[in-house]
Each structure stands twice: as C-alpha cells, then as structure tokens.
C-alpha cells in the first residue's frame, strides 16, 4: 500500500524567501503525484502533478516539484514567497489507475511572514 | 471546465436534526465520488467511496447509518449526516474522479457543518 509522509507541519519563510515543502512517499509500482493547496475553508485545489515524462513539473502560482524516485520524494519548491502563498499544502500519491481514492500526507501550513 | 459543485458551503443545525449535503460533477459524469472529512487543521480522512447506482463502501470506522450516501445519478451524490450531533461538526469534501489513468481528484469547495 502506499504512504505518504510530509516532513513538518509547519513551516514558515520570509516574503521573498524560498519555500520547500517535503513530501516523501511510498509505493510498490511506479506512482502518480500530486500537491494541492487548500485555502481556508475551501476544497482543494491542484497545484502540479506527476504522471510520467519529465520529472521537474511546473505548476500554478510559480510552484514546481521535482520527482526523485531514488529518493522517493516529490519536493515542492518554489523561488520567492508571496504573502498569498500562505495556505495549507498537501501531497497526494495514486498507484492505481481507476475510480481510486488518492492516500494524502498530513499536511503542510505554509506561513508567509512580511 | 470540469467543476465538482458542493452545496452548502456552511450550515448550522440543531442536535438531533439530520443534515444533507451535496456533491455534484459539472460538464462531466463521475461514476464513483469520494467524501472526506477534515478536522481542524488536520489532513482529509476517507470515509467513503459513493458509487452510481449500487451502494457505497464505507471505510472501518466510519458509521453507515450516521452518514448516509446515496448516488442517484452520475452527476450527483449525496452525504447525510442523520440525528447529528456536535462532535460531527467537521468540515466535509466530496471529490470525483478527473482523470482515471492517474487518479487525478477534482474537489468541491467542501461543506462546514456546526452542530449545537
């Protein structure tokens, strides 16, 4: 079964500053990954995802995450930090193709200090 | 685009009462939903897989005849929390299937539910 685990539930950077968001994952074939964002009572919603081909990928809002598979991790960075970055980050593994649910991380608060 | 709909976005009920919230894919059909619940600061807990036309599998822990799903069509489920009380006040998503290849999920904006 897969697992997902995101180093440090919260981490707090500078306006300006770099973000890194850890996420490490398991998963016994190769998977499919993904980092979504959720703002304050709101849904999720899809920053980036990786499927298959190039394994740096860009996403919205300036983010990307690059897939590891030596060292299982889809890392998620970004160059300089807005205050609107400010929200909570969750990485997300499937293994699976088909109508199954995707396994999520706990979870990352991303704090933007001016 | 392709939208999952979740209504009501906040609803406050009385103890006792039973609740209905619902899910519904735009400009596509989702056989299958996913329902989630997330507590405070905390990550999205499965509690069910909702399933077009047959019943839905609910994962351990979680009460079928407190939460009951129904997916009547293949643009709509339902979640009802029934003679709810306050430590079900949570906040719920319910999420389809955009992609099957991948797994891909697209949200709805999730529904606060405060029960006094």
């Known amino acids: 079964a897969q697992s997902v685990t995101q180093l440090g539930s919260h981490v707090s950077v500078s306006e300006g500053a770099l973000v890194l968001l850890r996420c490490n994952y398991s998963s016994s074939v190769p998977p499919y990954l993904f980092w979504y964002v959720q703002y304050p009572n709101q849904g999720l919603q899809l920053l980036l995802k990786?499927?298959?081909?190039?394994?740096l990928v860009k996403g919205i809002n300036g983010f990307e995450a690059e897939f590891k598979k030596s060292e299982t991790s889809f890392h998620l960075t970004k160059p300089s930090a807005h205050m609107s970055d400010a929200a909570e980050y969750f990485c997300a593994v499937s293994d699976t193709a088909g109508n199954t649910p995707l396994v999520f991380g706990k979870g990352t608060r991303l704090s933007v200090i001016a | 685009g392709a939208v999952v709909s979740q209504h009501p976005s906040w609803v406050i009920c009385k103890s006792g009462t039973s609740v209905k919230i619902e899910c519904r894919s735009l400009?596509?059909?989702?056989?299958?939903m996913f329902w989630y619940r997330q507590f405070p600061k905390q990550s999205l807990m499965l509690m069910a897989t909702?399933?077009?036309?047959?019943?839905?599998?609910?994962e351990q822990g979680v009460e079928k005849d407190k939460f009951l799903i129904n997916h009547a069509s293949l643009t709509l489920s339902t979640l009802t929390v029934t003679s709810a009380h306050p430590e079900d006040s949570s906040f719920y998503i319910c999420s389809a299937p955009l992609d099957t290849n991948t797994g891909e999920l697209f949200f709805g904006e999730g529904s606060r539910l405060t029960v006094l």
């Open positions: 909702s399933n077009e036309g047959s019943k839905a599998t609910y």
């Open positions: 400009d596509f059909q989702a056989t299958t």
């Open positions: 990786y499927t298959t081909g190039a394994t």
